[in-house]
């Protein structure tokens, strides 16, 4: 069973950037696709970038398409989500996620981290 960690969220103004991390252990990444997400209170948890584990194939939301960058890295467990050009509407609760399959929607993800709080102040 893996477990997952996020970590790299902070206060930010608008048009910084961040770079979350997001660490596995447990076992390793290498064949899983995994998934960001987010969710602002009283709001559903929304996609925002996936990649694939064998292809690389990406994902993006379209409010983040441009600005966000999803990347693994097998050897080290680790997946980043590098965000450039913040804006205050990405301020919300970032999630990572394991699952079978590049997908879009969250019920495809078994496996999710606890989060971490970005919040972009304009």
């Known amino acids: 069973q893996v477990q997952l960690v996020e970590s790299g969220g902070g206060l930010v103004q608008t048009g910084d950037s961040l770079r979350l991390s997001c660490a596995a252990s447990?076992?390793?990444?290498?064949?899983?696709?995994m998934g960001w997400f987010r969710q602002v209170p009283g709001k559903e948890r929304d996609f925002v970038a996936a990649?694939?584990?064998?292809?690389?194939?990406?994902l993006y939301a379209d409010s983040v398409k441009g600005r966000f960058t999803i990347a693994r890295d097998n050897a080290k467990s680790t997946v980043y989500l590098h965000m450039n050009s913040l804006k205050p509407e990405d301020t919300a609760v970032y999630y990572c996620a394991g699952g079978p399959g590049v997908s879009r929607n969250r019920a495809s993800y078994s496996t999710w981290g606890p989060g971490t709080q970005v919040t972009v102040s304009s």
């Open positions: 990649i694939g584990w064998r292809t690389g194939l990406t």
């Open positions: 447990g076992r390793s990444l290498s064949s899983l696709a």
